[in-house]
Every structure is written in C-alpha cells, then in structure tokens.
C-alpha cells in the first residue's frame, strides 16, 4: 500500500517561504510513470492543484502560483518537498500531497490521483 505523509509548519507569516515536506512509503517515488503532486484547499473553496514533480524529476506548476513555487525531491529519502514563497493569508490552506498518474501533458497536465496523504493544515498569519 501506498503512503503519504505531510509534514511542516502549521502557521507561516506573511512574506516568509512555506515548506512542507511529503514522505512516501509503499513506492519509491522515481517509479514509472508515477507524478507526486501538491494541492492545497483553502476554507469554504475548493481543491487547488499547486504542481508536481515527475518519477525523472521534471516539473510542472499550476500558472496562478508557477512564479513563487518550487517542489524538489530527496530520492534517498524517498520524498518530495513544497516551497512556496512570499506567502500571504490568501495561502491559508490544507495542504495535500498525492500520487497522480495517467497524466495527460497538457498546460497544466491533467493526472488522475489514486493516493494522497491526510493533509495538513497551514495558516498564514501574523
């Protein structure tokens, strides 16, 4: 079984750089044709996909957030991390990390998600 765990700090300040960090068991995450993604869905809205970073270690990002995100990896420790900068309360959010596949590369790449961690929840604040 796969599984996926969010891990960070719940309450970020305004201009500071959010990082979370997503651990996967069950798969590595450089195993074809695998994407391991980043959502987020902020109070009364619904889900926001924020990008992904692919089994090679290419990149995508949604448009609206592209300029201040950035998801890396560590394939040693098998996870993958969200940052996200110059953050401000409309980041406010539960923060998601999931496994996509059957991505269609469009701009932004449509993926279907077939398992995806417990969220945590993030607030910005000062």
């Known amino acids: 079984q796969v599984q996926l765990q969010e891990s960070g700090p719940g309450l970020a300040k305004p201009s500071q750089t959010l990082s979370l960090t997503c651990t996967v068991s069950?798969?590595?995450?450089?195993?074809?044709?695998?994407?391991w993604s980043w959502l987020r869905q902020p109070p009364g809205k619904g889900l926001e996909w924020i990008g992904h970073?692919?089994?090679?270690?290419?990149?995508s990002y949604s448009p609206s957030l592209e300029s201040r995100t950035s998801i890396s990896r560590d394939t040693s420790k098998n996870q993958f991390t969200l940052q996200l900068t110059s953050v401000t309360p409309e980041d406010t959010a539960m923060y998601f990390c999931?496994?996509?596949?059957?991505?269609?590369?469009?701009?932004?790449?449509?993926?279907?998600?077939?398992?995806w961690g417990q969220g945590t929840q993030v607030t910005v604040s000062s």
């Open positions: 999931a496994r996509e596949e059957q991505c269609v590369m469009t701009d932004p790449p449509v993926c279907t998600r077939d398992y």
């Open positions: 970073i692919g089994y090679s270690g290419s990149t």
């Open positions: 069950g798969d590595s995450i450089t195993t074809p044709y695998y994407y």
